[in-house]
């Protein structure tokens, strides 16, 4: 298996509701990454899990939470968001936590936030 | 001086022609760099990883310019599925994304 999954594809919120999105890997990898990518625009780094251990947090606003329950699966939790949150959220994880080495994205979850 | 600079194009060729796109960086230490493809509405994937002068791998081709802190990426006979957005990637303890580079290969 050599890929990143994430769920759902999709997600419509209101600024009110609670969601989660999902990212697994059964690669083995050892870092985890949350990427933010608004259109036209490279992605931006959120949050960086290296051995299951939140790592690096790019001021990130509060109404992103990230828990890692295990070596496979990142989740992202969302609360209270803006319309401006609306974006593509991107999974990624590479073997080694250097943060130099290359990077294995998932599909992605289009966030549209009313 | 951004950390990586890209020309954002677009880059508008033939089917068949040889497109090429450079990418500058700022840190004169970065050892590695990849290049990852991105289609419309999909997610970057890794095209190809520059650890010495150059890399290739089939109509691709990567070059490193050490001295003049440029990495280039050619694609010799453009396909129509070549079109994509082409993102120039420095990593420094985390990636640094250039802008990226539009091609696209018209019939």
């Known amino acids: 298996d050599t890929e990143v999954t994430q769920t759902p594809k999709h997600l419509v919120m209101g600024m009110t509701n609670k969601k989660s999105l999902k990212c697994e890997q059964h690669m083995g990898h050892r870092a985890m990454y949350w990427y933010k990518q608004k259109a036209k625009k490279p992605p931006e780094l959120m949050f960086v899990?290296?051995?299951?251990?939140?790592?690096i947090n790019e001021s990130v606003p509060s109404r992103f939470s990230p828990e890692c329950p295990n070596s496979s699966l990142l989740n992202l939790h969302l609360h209270a968001l803006q319309p401006e949150d609306s974006a593509l959220y991107l999974c990624?994880?590479?073997?080694?936590?250097?943060?130099?080495?290359?990077?294995?994205f998932g599909p992605g979850t289009r966030l549209t936030v009313l | 001086r951004k950390e990586v600079e890209q020309d954002p194009g677009p880059f508008n060729v033939p089917e068949g022609a040889t497109v090429a796109f450079n990418c500058t960086y700022s840190?004169?230490?970065?050892?590695?760099f990849f290049w990852y493809r991105q289609d419309c509405r999909k997610e970057p994937k890794l095209l190809m990883s520059?650890?010495?002068s150059g890399n290739e791998d089939g109509r691709f081709t990567a070059q490193l310019n050490r001295a003049s802190q440029y990495i280039s990426l050619l694609i010799r006979d453009s396909k129509l599925s070549d079109s994509a957005t082409y993102l120039c990637?420095?990593?420094?303890?985390?990636?640094?994304f250039g802008q990226g580079t539009t091609l696209q290969v018209k019939p």
């Open positions: 990624a994880s590479s073997p080694w936590t250097s943060g130099n080495n290359e990077q294995f």
């Open positions: 840190n004169s230490a970065s050892q590695s």
């Open positions: 520059v650890y010495s």
């Open positions: 899990y290296s051995y299951e251990k939140l790592s």
């Open positions: 990637v420095v990593p420094e303890g985390k990636l640094i």
